[in-house]
């Protein structure tokens, strides 16, 4: 009887274990695929490092009441190299954005390309 338990408990850690795998690997996978299909455009009202993973950056656009999570996923990118007033723009089926900044003639000028991914 004793040994019957021990195998129904290991089944058990092993079936927790790889659905845990298979959860965070399928959240990745549609997180990218999210990031890739959508157009972002909008100019920067406020910046947080992500929770989770510090070197994400999350941004909040101007006319919007949330945080965008597509572009949350930017990596390597540093807080302080995107800036509140950036113009950011990223079209549909594309990892990359581009980031645009005013100049003294108050036009936006094209400064970078993050990968966002």
């Given at each position: 009887?004793?040994?019957?338990?021990?195998?129904?408990?290991?089944?058990?850690?092993?079936?927790?274990?790889?659905?845990?795998?298979?959860?965070?690997?399928?959240?990745?996978?549609?997180?990218?695929?999210?990031?890739?299909?959508?157009?972002?455009?909008?100019?920067?009202?406020?910046?947080?490092?992500?929770?989770?993973?510090?070197?994400?950056?999350?941004?909040?656009?101007?006319?919007?009441?949330?945080?965008?999570?597509?572009?949350?996923?930017?990596?390597?990118?540093?807080?302080?190299?995107?800036?509140?007033?950036?113009?950011?723009f990223k079209p549909m089926?594309?990892?990359?954005?581009?980031?645009?900044r005013k100049d003294a003639?108050?036009?936006?000028?094209?400064?970078?390309?993050?990968?966002?991914?």
């Open positions: 009887m004793k040994m019957n338990h021990n195998k129904f408990m290991n089944c058990v850690v092993i079936f927790i274990f790889l659905f845990g795998v298979l959860y965070f690997s399928l959240n990745s996978y549609f997180q990218n695929k999210m990031v890739y299909s959508l157009n972002i455009t909008g100019v920067v009202e406020d910046i947080h490092i992500g929770t989770r993973d510090k070197s994400s950056v999350v941004l909040k656009f101007k006319n919007t009441d949330k945080f965008n999570k597509a572009i949350g996923f930017v990596k390597n990118a540093d807080k302080n190299v995107i800036k509140k007033g950036d113009s950011i089926f594309s990892y990359q954005a581009q980031v645009f003639t108050n036009e936006y000028k094209f400064i970078f390309k993050i990968k966002a991914r």
